[in-house]
C-alpha cells in the first residue's frame, strides 16, 4: 500500500443474488483477482453485496458474526495486500443484526461501519430487521484517512462533515439504490446521486467514491452509474449503466490538503452559533 497520498481505486458494480452467499463469495473472489491484475489498491463493493438487499425474513438466515464466518476469512485472506470493502448482513456480539459494511486490510477485519440511518417508507424495510448503528470511524490508508458511509447516511450530511473534520479525505459510500427507468439516456434517480455526492465532495473538501450496484432482485431495478468524485466537486471517474463492471481510477489525496488550503471550510467551522435545533 502507498503512503504518499497515491491510491488506485476500483469500485466494483456487481449483481449480487439475493441470498446465495457461496454464489456471491465466489463473485468477490473473482473480482478481488481482476482488481489485483489491475494493480488496484482499495476495492469497494456496493452495500449488502455478500447477501442481496431484499431479504425480509431471510435475513437472520444470511446474518455473519464476522470474527467466525468462514467467508470472511476467505475474503480477508484473499484481500491481502489490498483494502477491500464488502457489505453484509452483521451478527454482532449480542446477536444483534445489522446492515454493515467490513474494511479488510492484510487478511483482518479492522473497521466495521454499521448503518446509521435505516431507510423504512416505501419499499424500504430496513428497521424492520436492522438495529441502528451509532458510531462512525477512519481507517488510515495512503497516508490520509478512509470513512465508510452506507446509502442512506449520505443523504445526513452531518456524517459527512463529522468524517472531514475528523482528517478524511476519502469517503466511500456503498449503495444498493433502486432506479426508475425513465426516457432519458441515464436512469432516473442516478443525477439525484450525482447531485449529492458532488456537493458532499466540495462541501467537506473530500474525495467521494460512490459503489452502486446493478441488476433486477425482487420487481426492484438497480441501474449502477458507480463514480469518483474529486475534493471540489467534479466527477473524475464513472462506471457505466445497466452492467457489471470494475471501474479503477487514480486518487491523490493532497488533492484534498490542498484544496482545503484554498478553501478552509472545514477551519471555520462554528461550533457555538446558538439557534432553532
Known sequence: MTTGGALRVGLAQVDSR????DENLARHLARIEEARAAGVELLVFPELSLTGYRL???????ALAPQRSPHVARLAA?????????????EDE?????????????????????????????IFQEERFFARGRSLGLVPIAGGKLGVLICEDLWHAELARRMALGGAKLIVVPSVSPGRVGPGPVPENSDTWEVLTRSTALLNTCWVAYCSRVGWEEGSFYPGGSHLVRPGGEVAARAPFLEEHLLVAEVDLREADRLRFRLPLLDDERTDVVGPA
Not at 439475493?18 to 452467499?21: A, I, K, Y
Open 78 to 90: 484473499a484481500a491481502a495486500g489490498m483494502t477491500v470493502v464488502v457489505g453484509l448482513v452483521e
Open 94 to 122: 449480542n446477536g444483534t443484526l445489522h446492515n454493515s459494511a467490513l474494511v479488510l486490510q492484510e487478511g483482518a477485519v479492522v473497521h466495521t461501519h454499521r448503518k446509521v440511518y435505516l431507510p423504512t417508507y416505501g
Open 18 to 21: 439475493l441470498g446465495d452467499l
Open 56 to 62: 425480509l425474513h431471510l435475513t437472520p438466515r444470511l
